[in-house]
């Protein structure tokens, strides 16, 4: 079956690192986003990309980069880790019906 | 921003009961969708409704939208202890081309058995 993993799903990390949270989907799906979610905001878009060599920033995207090189796989970075960049980060596909597919999330805390 | 906006924020109902939530959202959209997240899990699609439609229905689940009020409802009818989880609305701009959902914070739903 069809599915959209995200690794690793729990990381601990410093301020100052660079970090860089895997997601790869199975959907053959040509959209991919990134979202945080904390409490009180719900879920923000941070990048997406609409297929291979695209990206976009999204409403949150100070601090984070993704790059697409195949269909598969949007990985985001965290250039330089801040501790206002703790949250619990959800990647996600779509092709044209619209509906988003989620990851099981990974939550990051950077102390 | 966020562009679609829960009420109430949390609803608490007996199991057999019907629960009601409600999303505002602000600019004109190409449609709404609704999704489930259980405690510590990814979001799960529930249905969409087109800005063209009014009222979708999906097993249990009732859906309305009221584009000149911009809103819209999620009923879950017969409610199930299983039906507990946050509830978020997320609507899909006008904009050609643009696949982006702006999601609301949610309304957390606790059915008691």
Not at chain 1, 35 to 41: C, K, M, S, T, V
Not at chain 2, 39 to 54: K, P
Not at chain 2, 74 to 91: E, G, K, P, V
Request: glycine content about 8%; some cysteine; proline content about 2%.
């Amino acid at each position: 079956d069809a599915e959209i993993t995200q690794s690793p799903r729990h990381k601990i990390t410093e301020t100052g690192r660079q970090v860089t949270l895997a997601c790869h989907q199975t959907w053959n799906h040509n959209n991919m986003f990134w979202y945080r979610q904390d409490l009180g905001h719900g879920l923000r878009l941070i990048h997406y990309s609409y297929g291979v060599q695209d990206t976009n920033k999204g409403e949150v995207s100070d601090g984070y980069s993704v790059s697409r090189s195949n269909t598969e796989d949007l990985p985001l970075t965290l250039e330089s880790a801040a501790s206002s960049q703790t949250s619990v980060y959800f990647c996600a596909s779509s092709d044209r019906t619209d509906t988003q597919y989620f990851g099981p999330g990974t939550r990051l805390t950077v102390l | 921003s966020q562009q679609g906006e829960e009420d109430p924020q949390a609803l608490s109902i007996q199991e057999g009961e019907n629960a009601t939530m409600n999303c505002s959202y602000k600019t004109s959209i190409n449609n709404l969708q609704w999704y489930r997240q259980n405690s510590g899990r990814g979001l799960v699609h529930l249905i969409l409704i087109r800005s063209n439609e009014r009222e979708k229905h999906s097993g249990r689940l009732r859906v309305t939208l009221d584009t000149s009020k911009k809103s819209s409802s999620l009923l879950i009818t017969a409610s199930r202890a299983a039906d507990t989880a946050s509830y978020f609305c997320a609507t899909r701009g006008s904009g050609a081309g643009s696949y982006q959902l702006t999601f609301g914070k949610g309304t957390k739903l606790s059915v008691i058995p």
